[in-house]
């Protein structure tokens, strides 16, 4: 059985629409100095990719949810492995997520740091799949909505593999 990656988003459409993002949070949040909080290890290109185009005062961290599943899909256990360092109190906070697929990690991290009292507190995905939706969640900035299909690259892996491709792909098994 061979392998073969079929591009689904390509790296100049990433960067395209990373730019609108990035271009539409510095107008929200013009004159104040947010506060990036990316998933790791998804989010962590997404993260640096887009901190560096939104032209406002900025602090970044990373934190990381493990769940506890069957391996593919999460389950309802969703538990922080690492917290984030800083202190959130009073601080305008705009949560990084690679991918919400089911809204068990995302829906979970929302409540978590909206005990931290921040002065506000928003979610950035890279992508979504709502047609996995298992718990409603809204998503204040999207990158793209995606089919349900199992995609890797720009941070996005397959059993850690992929993570580096500049693109976002589908992973095809073919008889050879
Ligand atoms: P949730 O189901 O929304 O809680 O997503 C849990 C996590 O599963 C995400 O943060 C990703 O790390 C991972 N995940 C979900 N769908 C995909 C995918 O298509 N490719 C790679 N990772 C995924």
Redesign the pocket.
């Known amino acids: 059985m061979a392998e073969r990656i079929e591009t689904l988003i390509t790296e100049e459409e990433i960067a395209k629409r990373v730019g609108e993002l990035a271009d539409e949070i510095t107008r929200d949040y013009e004159g104040k100095s947010i506060t990036l909080l990316g ?1 790791l290890t ?1 989010a962590v290109f997404f993260l640096t990719d887009l901190s560096r185009k939104i032209s406002l005062a900025q602090e970044i961290d990373f934190l990381k949810a493990s ?1 506890y599943g069957d391996g593919t ?2 389950s309802g256990d ?1 538990r922080l492995s690492l917290p984030t360092k800083l202190s959130l109190e009073g601080k305008h906070v705009i949560l990084l ?10 829906h979970y991290l929302m409540d978590f740091l909206a005990l931290q009292n921040p002065a506000s507190l928003k979610l950035c995905s890279l992508l979504s ?1 709502p047609s ?1 939706r ?1 718990i409603e969640i809204d998503i204040d900035y999207l990158g793209f909505s995606i089919p349900d ?4 690259g720009y941070g ?3 059993a850690q593999k992929h993570r580096n491709l500049p693109f976002i792909g589908v992973l095809r098994s073919e008889v050879t």
Do not use: A
């Open positions: 998933t998804g769940s899909t999460s969703v997520e690679d991918i919400v697929d089911t809204g068990h990690t995302s799949k996995r298992v299909e199992f995609v890797i996005l892996d397959f």
